[in-house]
């Protein structure tokens, strides 16, 4: 018996809103349909009115988990078009942020991969872990989420001695615990049970359907854009690709672990080579006219930004690619012919950002399926009318 | 008198106001000691220590709006819940710590009881299908099927390895068998791979991780509750958590010596016992990950069935030897 389930727009396995439309038969899934668009924001239309400055700000809340790397992918790009090369301690400053920041994604996602296998233990003392990391991010930036330490041309906190120290005593805690997180995860018999063979994606398949990210490193595709165009510190500063060749949920497990670990080298690094000299330098309040790609590697997989500039302080355009939209389309393939037990497990394995990668709004009648395209005006026009003829709203029989 | 007795037998102890109490208390238990082992503290808030939390919960549950689909079978679907707990309960009083008299086999013991105590607990698996079945939501339909597809694969393993004990004391009868270890203490030992075989099947039967499947939030909402709110989820939560309680105790009469020592020293027995039980599924549960449907039939055949098989082999050999 053939029949169709509905994962969202709300469900429990889901954070945000979106639609996977499974037809399963009995519990192997047969097909899948993927539907966006129930979580628009219109953050790109919002950056084209804010200065270059405020859009620091704005392109921060795209993200509430890679807030940093979105940041940084637009204040990279800009200072480019505006030529400005900020001093080597802001820099380091920035990509330390940078680097907690991936620490503080990867724990979570690793308690959020437990969750949906089922295993609560684990994903609470990730969690636990998670508490340390976010207390270094607030003592640096004074703020737990959007850190607001980017700046154009540089950083807007220095850090001192003390801070250091502490810094340095999180991450050798965290390593601890991660290694320790790291054999639970390979080696647990029922979640490796849970994880391993599930959601394959070959090596082809990944480079065909432009997986980024652990996704992509996962399935053997040692593609990472701090190594292959190492921007600003990255170059001077000794890490490896993580990569597994197991191509399942598993592998982006063990390559997600082994991120954290590369990251509090890079921490360590980074922390004890830090430059003296200033943290920033003075910005213009306008951008030369030109266009910018920047890239940038997201706890999530590559993110782009594409910026141009007209001369004035407003950008002319801001293009957001979010990692979690390169991966749809391996997504599709990995859930196919899997159980309905592991599409929990195979989607939140892409670690998606559902809002981050939301750029249109379909209009879909609930009765029919049809769907429209409507100019605002005409949407206002009729919300406007069907508000005049409703009935008082405690009268009002709501159709499901 | 007798139909006062008989009352006070039925309502309060060891009826439904003592399996009550106590059924919350064993929740608040296994809650803590699973929040504990996640480095959490658990319910602190509601009475001293918490422990009135299952009960906050269980009456919050009762006043909350109670919706029953269009498209159910509404009286099926009402129904279900009342019969469930009470299947339960009956079988909580075949328990030998309220009738340890063993000269005296009266209503609630008698020879056989063993299979009844075991049937009993089977209905409520088939009771949560039908109830998936009579809402007609597209996640309960599939929890309801998983329903029955583990059952399929724990209750043989879980009758061989209950039974076993039981040739080896050579009775039906839970208070003999009881006796019998409680005599020959050191047979017990004997037992220990059908008491893990049990304990792993009872944690299979009561749905809880690693075989939450019915109910997997993440991958079916609520399983085979998704259509259940108010009161009749309030039910069958009770439900559950009798069950856990009549499965320990009877775990721990087969398998742990039963509850010598008359009613008060039985009782703390009962107690002790029971929680070392449910202290030994905690751990199973915060130890584990829930695992897939097909994986669980096939454990259960591959491992656990052959396992409980051994175990009633060692049983008749070691009956040979003995007489």
């Given at each position: 018996m053939s029949f169709q389930i509905p994962i969202g727009p709300q469900h429990p396995a889901l954070k945000e809103p979106i639609s996977l439309r499974m037809t399963v038969e009995g519990e192997v899934i047969t097909d899948v349909d993927m539907r966006l668009g129930y979580n628009h924001r219109g953050m790109e239309k919002l950056a084209e009115e804010k200065s270059w400055l405020q859009n620091i700000y704005v392109t921060e809340r795209i993200c509430g988990i890679c807030s940093h790397s979105h940041a940084t992918c637009y204040v990279q790009g800009v200072e480019k078009l505006m030529e400005l090369a900020p001093p080597r301690r802001g820099l380091y400053i920035r990509y330390l942020v940078a680097e907690l920041e991936r620490v503080h994604s990867h724990l979570l996602w690793l308690g959020v991969a437990g969750h949906e296998a089922g295993f609560d233990s684990f994903f609470m003392y990730t969690w636990r872990d998670r508490e340390i990391v976010m207390d270094l991010l607030e003592m640096i930036s004074g703020n737990r989420v959007h850190y607001a330490i980017n700046t154009l041309g540089g950083v807007r906190r220095d850090i001192d001695e003390g801070q250091k120290a502490k810094i340095l005593e999180g991450v050798a805690t965290l390593r601890k615990r991660s290694e320790y997180y790291f054999y639970i995860g390979a080696n647990e018999p029922s979640f490796v049970a849970r994880i391993a063979g599930v959601g394959y994606l070959s090596k082809e398949s990944a480079i065909a359907l432009c997986a980024v990210g652990p996704v992509a490193r996962a399935s053997g595709v040692a593609r990472d854009v701090r190594k292959d165009d190492p921007c600003a510190v990255y170059g001077e500063l000794d890490f490896e690709v993580a990569t597994a060749d197991t191509c399942d949920v598993l592998g982006r497990v063990v390559v997600r672990v082994k991120e954290l670990l590369e990251s509090y080298k890079l921490i360590e690094q980074m922390v004890k080579g830090l430059p003296a000299g200033d943290i920033a330098v003075k910005a213009p309040r306008k951008a030369k006219p030109g266009e910018v790609v920047s890239r940038y590697e997201a706890p999530r997989g590559e993110n782009i930004h594409y910026i141009k500039a007209n001369g004035t302080d407003k950008p002319e355009r801001l293009k957001v690619r979010a990692p979690t939209l390169a991966n749809y389309p391996a997504t599709v393939e990995m859930l196919r012919k899997g159980f309905i037990a592991d599409i929990p497990l195979i989607f939140a394995a892409i670690d998606p950002c559902i809002c981050c990668a939301e750029r249109t709004v379909t209009l879909v009648a609930a009765g029919s399926g049809e769907e429209s395209v409507v100019r605002m005006s005409d949407l206002r026009r009729q919300a406007l009318a069907r508000h005049q003829n409703a009935p008082v709203k405690r009268n009002a029989v709501w159709p499901l | 008198m007798a139909v006062v007795r008989t009352l006070l037998y039925l309502v309060v102890y060891p009826g439904l106001l003592f399996l009550f109490v106590y059924s919350t208390f064993c929740e608040w238990f296994d809650r803590k000691v699973y929040a504990r082992l996640q480095n959490r503290m658990g319910p602190t808030h509601t009475g001293r220590f918490g422990l009135l939390q299952p009960i906050a919960d269980f009456f919050k549950l009762m006043a909350k709006e109670d919706i029953v689909p269009e498209a159910a079978d509404k009286r099926l679907f009402s129904i279900l819940p009342v019969v469930g707990l009470a299947v339960v309960a009956t079988a909580g009083l075949l328990l030998p710590v309220w009738n340890f008299d063993l000269a005296?086999?009266?209503?609630?013991?008698?020879?056989?009881?063993?299979?009844?105590?075991?049937?009993?607990?089977?209905?409520?698996?088939?009771?949560?299908?039908?109830?998936?079945?009579?809402?007609?939501?597209?996640?309960?339909?599939?929890?309801?099927?998983?329903?029955?597809?583990?059952?399929?694969?724990?209750?043989?393993?879980?009758?061989?390895?209950?039974?076993?004990?039981?040739?080896?004391?050579?009775?039906?009868?839970?208070?003999?068998?009881?006796?019998?270890?409680?005599?020959?203490?050191?047979?017990?030992?004997?037992?220990?791979?059908?008491?893990?075989?049990?304990?792993?099947?009872?944690?299979?039967?009561?749905?809880?991780?690693?075989?939450?499947?019915?109910?997997?939030?993440?991958?079916?909402?609520?399983?085979?509750?998704?259509?259940?709110?108010?009161?009749k989820l309030a039910l069958f939560r009770l439900t559950f958590d009798i069950e856990l309680v009549v499965s320990s105790g009877l775990l721990a009469a087969v398998f742990l010596g039963g509850f010598p020592g008359g009613a008060v020293v039985g009782f703390l027995h009962f107690v002790v016992k029971t929680l070392f039980v449910i202290f030994l599924l905690s751990l199973l549960r915060a130890l584990t990950s829930r695992i897939r449907i097909d994986q669980v039939v096939s454990f259960a055949w591959k491992y656990l069935a052959p396992l409980a098989v051994l175990q009633l082999l060692v049983t008749i050999l070691l009956k040979g030897l003995l007489s």
């Open positions: - | 005296n086999p009266g209503l609630t013991s008698f020879s056989g009881d063993i299979i009844v105590v075991l049937y009993l607990l089977s209905l409520p698996t088939l009771i949560l299908f039908l109830a998936a079945w009579a809402s007609t939501n597209p996640f309960a339909t599939i929890g309801g099927a998983r329903v029955l597809t583990m059952f399929f694969g724990y209750e043989v393993p879980l009758f061989l390895a209950v039974l076993s004990p039981a040739i080896l004391a050579d009775s039906w009868r839970l208070a003999e068998i009881a006796a019998f270890y409680q005599a020959k203490p050191l047979l017990l030992l004997t037992n220990l791979l059908g008491f893990i075989v049990a304990v792993i099947a009872v944690q299979a039967k009561l749905e809880r991780t690693p075989f939450d499947i019915p109910h997997a939030e993440t991958e079916i909402v609520g399983g085979t509750f998704t259509e259940y709110s108010g009161k």
